[in-house]
């Protein structure tokens, strides 16, 4: 078998080699057939244009040997100038054609000669016809140049002609060769695929023969392959499928318990908030205290389990910006103040001078989502002593240029273990099992700011010794920029506003804490209890901003601020901001509430510094100081 088809390739490349000899010759002799046709055509063109224009200025000399006829003198004049361009540019490529050798044998010699040379004639007519055609020339002596031109035009005539006559019959017999090298190319052609058939086809019939039996057992092996690719490639999608519905069921049960959750969590937290700022009693108001404070570790809890099921499922929106690194780590810092004061440990910042101001083009909130995990996490297990935060550039790069923020957490708490490091970035896992007992927690915190961390480009280490503390340190790529963020000095008015608000929820505890919060701050209230009466009390009465609970019976808060909206809109009454309220917490909640038309969203509990830093950036209320804004309410 294999002396066969060697046998078969040496003759196939016998055949193919002459087939590409053919080829290339035909080729060959046909692109100089069809170049001597070409050239001789295009030759016997540029001549037959400047034997026009040889005709047409002896035409129009003629004409001005009578000057008594002054209109014919002067369409003459114009004839001579029109004439005179087109026969320049027909001499400027005969000339450029000669110097390139286009032109040979007899056309060349006539061109060339010394005397009667037709170029060097015709460059003496266009000189006349230059005289001749000017405005400016006096009667007589334009009359004089007249008889000159004709005179040279006449004997010039028969020369180019003859040029002519000469290039027609070089392109027809150019055209005979051409003929005669396209037979000589098929021939060629012929002879190559009598060649081809004679080596090839019939050994290649006996070959196919003989391989009939061998590639049928192929085609069943290759058949039988991808019918068992076809199986795996379905189960391989069966397998995705089921891993998809099974993350978006996650998802599911997540927002779904996050919701259940929040809601009763809103009323206990908000209601706690309420009387602990009324009441005087120092022991009851410290019991409160501890409330608020047990509520907000268990929507801390809330918050890292869908924090971490927004990672997981790749939802976690990453979008550059500037930001101030040094700005933000003081911020976070003073999140923690109170909580490091109650514990008496000190916090601080220790900024190096290359890294302040350290103004940055990057993923700032994921950065702040890490640093308040790693802060969190040196408080938790810190009971005494001091946590430092370092803020670094390395290789601190010029404005514009590629360099990396390092960012330390150092504390004086108990410290990690050398075995126990390798697995503390596991979720649902702490250094040992007694600290969860001790310190509470669910070990997702580190878990998170790693996978944060490793999504941004970064990368987040540890540095730990049993019982003489830990330091994390963060590293992401950032650019640095020029210039300095608008320090954010406003106050959060949080009393002295007037204004009417609708709030509209069905649960009855949301409802009176978020109208107890509101009337707190100087504004009325007026309630609903779900879309439909929303949409019926915003008719009748006059407001200016609407709190909307999204999950209501009847018509929900999507629904209801899609109606008010388009009654808005058909009224052309200007837009009343619609601010949301969920306990649904995922982003893709927040971005539904705000395509349905909604100017704002907040998740629950529903907290008072977060209800009046969006009451300020909405800005529709009036104050003491400050005049109703215009530019969110319209």
């Not at 005087?280 to 268990?298: F, I, Q, T, W, Y």
Request: net charge negative; with cysteine.
């Amino acid at each position: 078998m294999m002396n066969i088809r060697g046998y078969l390739r040496l003759r196939s490349s016998l055949a193919l080699i002459i087939l590409v000899a053919a080829g290339i010759s035909a080729f060959v002799v046909s692109s100089e057939g069809h170049k001597g046709v070409m050239e001789s055509s295009v030759n016997a063109q540029v001549l037959g244009q400047l034997l026009v224009s040889t005709s047409e200025l002896s035409l129009a000399f003629s004409d001005l040997n009578d000057p008594e006829r002054a209109q014919s003198v002067n369409i003459a004049e114009g004839n001579l100038r029109r004439n005179s361009r087109v026969g320049a540019a027909a001499l400027s490529e005969i000339e450029d054609r000669l110097a390139r050798g286009l032109f040979d044998g007899e056309s060349k010699r006539v061109l060339t000669q010394p005397s009667l040379n037709p170029v060097t004639e015709f460059h003496e007519i266009l000189q006349i016809a230059g005289v001749a055609g000017d405005t400016e020339t006096p009667v007589r002596r334009k009359a004089r140049a007249g008889e000159l031109g004709e005179e040279l035009s006449a004997r010039t005539l028969p020369v180019f002609m003859e040029l002519y006559q000469l290039e027609v019959a070089s392109a027809e017999e150019a055209g005979a060769k051409q003929e005669l090298y396209t037979r000589m190319a098929l021939a060629l052609g012929a002879i190559g695929v009598f060649i081809t058939i004679a080596f090839v086809q019939r050994p290649m019939e006996r070959f196919v023969l003989r391989s009939h039996s061998e590639l049928e057992a192929s085609r069943k092996e290759a058949e039988t392959a991808r019918k068992e690719a076809v199986t795996a490639r379905r189960a391989a999608e069966d397998d995705r499928a089921m891993a998809e519905a099974a993350s978006q069921a996650k998802s599911a049960f997540l927002a779904t318990m996050s919701h259940e959750i929040r809601t009763p969590l809103n009323g206990v937290m908000g209601v706690s908030e309420l009387l602990c700022e009324s009441e005087a009693d120092p022991e009851r108001k410290h019991m409160l205290d501890l409330v608020v404070k047990s509520g907000n570790s268990l929507l801390q809890i809330i918050n890292d389990v869908l924090d971490l099921a927004k990672i997981e499922a790749g939802k976690v929106e990453l979008v550059e910006e500037t930001f101030d690194a040094w700005q933000m780590c003081e911020e976070v810092l003073e999140l923690f103040s109170a909580q490091a004061h109650r514990k008496n440990i000190k916090l601080s910042l220790d900024t190096s001078t290359d890294a302040y101001p350290c103004l940055c083009v990057g993923y700032g909130k994921p950065v702040r989502q890490i640093l308040l995990n790693l802060v969190n996490n040196a408080l938790k297990f810190t009971d005494n002593g001091a946590i430092t935060v370092f803020l670094r550039r390395q290789n601190p790069q010029q404005p514009g240029e590629q360099g990396r923020l390092c960012i330390s957490v150092e504390d004086t708490g108990i410290g990690i273990s050398e075995d126990a490091q390798s697995k503390i970035f596991e979720q649902f896992t702490q250094a040992d099992g007694s600290t969860t007992t001790k310190y509470g927690g669910t070990g997702l915190g580190l878990s998170i700011a790693q996978k944060l961390c490793e999504q941004i480009g970064g990368k987040l280490s540890v540095v730990s010794q049993l019982g003489h503390g830990s330091t994390f340190t963060v590293k992401c790529p950032v650019k640095c920029k020029v210039g300095s963020l608008k320090p954010q000095t406003d106050k959060l008015v949080e009393d002295g506003w007037t204004g009417h608000v609708l709030i509209a929820d069905d649960n009855k505890v949301n409802l009176l804490v978020a109208s107890k919060i509101v009337a707190g701050l100087g504004l009325t209230v007026e309630t609903a209890f779900d879309g439909v009466d929303a949409l019926s009390k915003f008719k009748a009465g006059s407001f200016d901003l609407i709190l909307m609970d999204v999950r209501m019976p009847n018509m929900d808060g999507l629904d209801a601020t899609r109606a008010i909206r388009a009654y808005q809109t058909a009224e052309g009454a200007p837009m009343t901001p619609i601010v949301g309220l969920s306990a649904n917490a995922m982003n893709e909640h927040r971005e539904e509430g705000l395509s349905s038309g909604m100017s704002g969203y907040l998740s629950k509990p529903l907290k008072k510094a977060a209800l009046v830093a969006e009451f300020k950036r909405i800005d529709c209320f009036t104050n003491a100081n400050q005049t109703k804004g215009s530019s969110q309410c319209a």
